[in-house]
């Protein structure tokens, strides 16, 4: 078993970017696909990123996926915040090679 | 267009057993490479997996929860069926339904997310 460790807050201006970070505890990073979800208050997760740094069909290109082997971490990228950003973000990966989900501890992401 | 729909009791009593259905449209769960997942998230906290259910009729269950779920489909309906056995008030939380399917490079990911249900386990 493993875990995803994310900051539980970040704040940053409109207009700016910003990265949220997931660093998975054991096992690679790299060995199964990272997706990130967004749930504004109030609502349902949506799918932003999927497959690492795949973006899902009417997600704004200023949202972007990445990981870092060295660190083993996944990251979002919000560029061009808008205050429409502001959600908490979650980070979701498998067992490895199981359909397992494990899930981050979620962001929240405050824009001001 | 895809959408999916959570409906059960909004309240139910600890040592009760908890049964939700999702129902679900814009797809079949017997085409290759579709499946039905469980999600929930208690009041202020993360998501947790829950259960999933293939195309296939494979099974797959958060192991600590393994031995108090089941999930099942009735495909002629567009449904999927969750029970939890056994409720706790840990067990409080807003449960969804989504849609996994197979991406690109053969990755398994939610595409279509339920509105949720709030469940409130209490006497």
């Known amino acids: 078993n493993f875990m995803l460790t994310q900051p539980h807050s970040v704040s940053e201006s409109p207009g700016k970017t910003v990265t949220i970070s997931c660093t998975r505890s054991s096992g690679s990073i790299a060995t199964d696909y990272v997706q990130w979800y967004q749930q504004r208050p109030g609502s349902a997760p949506i799918t932003v990123i999927y497959?690492?740094?795949?973006?899902l069909s009417g997600v704004p290109d200023r949202f972007s996926g990445s990981i870092d082997s060295s660190s083993n971490s996944a990251s979002l990228t919000i560029s061009g915040l808008k205050t429409e950003d502001e959600a908490d973000y979650y980070c979701?990966?498998?067992?490895?090679?199981?359909?397992?989900?494990?899930f981050g501890g979620g962001t929240k992401l405050t824009v001001l | 267009q895809v959408t999916l729909r959570e409906s059960g009791p909004a309240l139910v009593k600890p040592t009760q057993t908890l049964t939700l259905t999702c129902t679900f449209s814009g797809f079949s769960l017997s085409t290759s490479g579709m499946c039905v997942t469980w999600i929930r998230q208690p009041p202020g906290k993360a998501l947790e997996w829950l259960a999933r259910?293939?195309?296939?009729?494979?099974?797959y269950y958060n192991t600590s929860l393994k031995t108090r779920l089941t999930v099942s489909k009735d495909t002629s309906k567009n449904q999927v069926v969750l029970t939890l056995a056994n409720l706790d008030p840990a067990d409080t939380a807003t449960y969804y339904c989504?849609?996994?399917?197979?991406?690109?490079?053969?990755?398994?990911?939610?595409?279509?997310w339920g509105q949720g249900t709030l469940v409130t386990v209490s006497s």
């Open positions: 989504a849609r996994i399917r197979v991406g690109y490079r053969s990755g398994w990911y939610v595409d279509y």
């Open positions: 979701q990966s498998y067992e490895s090679g199981t359909p397992w989900m494990v």
């Open positions: 259910i293939d195309w296939d009729d494979d099974e």
């Open positions: 497959e690492d740094d795949q973006r």
